[in-house]
C-alpha cells in the first residue's frame, strides 16, 4: 500500500513540474536575428486621429491680435452664474470625420494630418488677415496608450511627450511577467476607422524595425500567456479534483490487493 502510495505522488509532483518548466530560449529579449540598421529609424510624425483632444496655442508679437484664438475653457457656478476655479485652455476635439471647430475659422480638416502639416493649415488660415507671422504649436491633451494582459502592471498610460515605444511602454508596465508570451505580442491599432493587428517577437532584433515599433495614441499592447502557464493554471484549478481522483485510485488498489 505504501509503495503505491509513493507512485501516485511521485506521479502528481512529475506533473507538476513539467506543467511549471519554462525554458530560457523562450523568455530572453532579442536572441534572435541581426539588427537590419539601414532599416532603423529614429523619426516619428505624430498623425492626428478622431477623438484626438487637441491644445493649440496661437502666439505672436501683437498679443491683441491672438487672444481671439487662445479662449479660456471656464467652469460656470450653477447658482451665481460666474465663473469658478481657474480657466484652463481651450481645447478642440477632432471629430468622426477628421474636423475641428476653431474660432472664427470655423471648420477645419485636421484629422489625419501631421503636426507639422497641421501647423501650416494654420498658418495659412491665419496669416496675414488675423494674425501677422504667427507662431502655433498643437500637442493632444489626451495622448495615451494601454498595455493588457500578461504583464506586471497592465493598464491605460498618458504619454506627456507624444512619443514612446512598445519597449517603453512593456517598461511602463512592469515588465511581462515570466508566464507572459513574448514571440506574440499583439499591438491594435485603428487606421482609417479600421482595428489591424500586428504581431511583436520581443526575441527577435526585428522588433526594432517594426511599423509599430513606435506606438501611436491610443494603441493596444497584450501580452498572452505562454502554454504552460495556461497548463499549470488549469491544474492548479483543478487540484481538488486530481487529489480527489487520486485518493479513489489509492482506495480502489488497497481494496483489490487485500
Request: with cysteine; net charge positive; hydrophobic share 40%.
Amino acid at each position: 500500500m505504501q509503495k503505491v502510495l509513493k507512485v501516485v505522488l511521485f506521479i502528481l509532483i512529475l506533473s507538476i513540474s513539467l506543467t511549471s518548466c519554462v525554458s530560457k530560449k523562450n523568455i530572453t529579449y532579442f536572441q534572435n536575428d541581426q539588427i537590419d540598421r539601414k532599416n532603423v529609424s529614429n523619426s516619428y510624425k505624430t498623425i492626428f486621429k478622431p477623438d484626438d483632444l487637441l491644445q493649440i496655442t496661437v502666439s505672436a508679437l501683437d498679443f491683441e491680435s491672438v487672444k481671439s484664438f487662445n479662449l479660456p475653457a471656464v467652469s460656470f457656478a450653477t447658482t451665481t452664474d460666474r465663473p469658478v476655479g481657474n480657466p484652463q485652455q481651450l481645447t478642440y476635439l477632432i471629430d468622426n470625420n477628421g474636423h475641428i471647430d476653431f474660432p472664427i475659422i470655423g471648420k477645419l480638416k485636421i484629422g489625419g494630418l501631421t503636426r507639422n502639416e497641421a501647423i501650416a493649415l494654420l498658418k495659412n488660415k491665419l496669416d496675414p488677415d488675423y494674425v501677422k507671422n504667427p507662431t502655433i504649436n498643437i500637442r493632444i491633451a489626451n495622448y495615451s496608450i494601454t498595455v493588457l494582459g500578461d504583464v506586471r502592471k497592465p493598464g491605460t498610460y498618458t504619454i506627456p511627450n507624444e512619443r514612446i515605444t512598445i519597449l517603453e511602454a512593456i517598461g511602463l508596465a512592469g515588465d511581462l511577467n515570466i508566464t507572459g508570451q513574448r514571440n506574440t505580442i499583439k499591438v491594435i491599432r485603428e487606421i482609417n476607422g479600421d482595428k489591424i493587428q500586428f504581431d511583436i517577437d520581443l526575441r527577435s532584433n526585428k522588433v526594432f524595425t517594426s511599423p509599430v515599433y513606435y506606438l501611436q495614441q491610443n494603441d493596444m499592447v497584450y501580452v498572452d500567456q505562454n502554454k504552460s502557464s495556461s497548463q499549470n493554471a488549469a491544474f492548479n484549478n483543478n487540484t481538488g479534483l486530481f487529489i480527489s481522483i487520486g485518493s479513489i485510485i489509492v482506495t480502489l488498489i488497497s481494496v483489490l490487493t487485500r
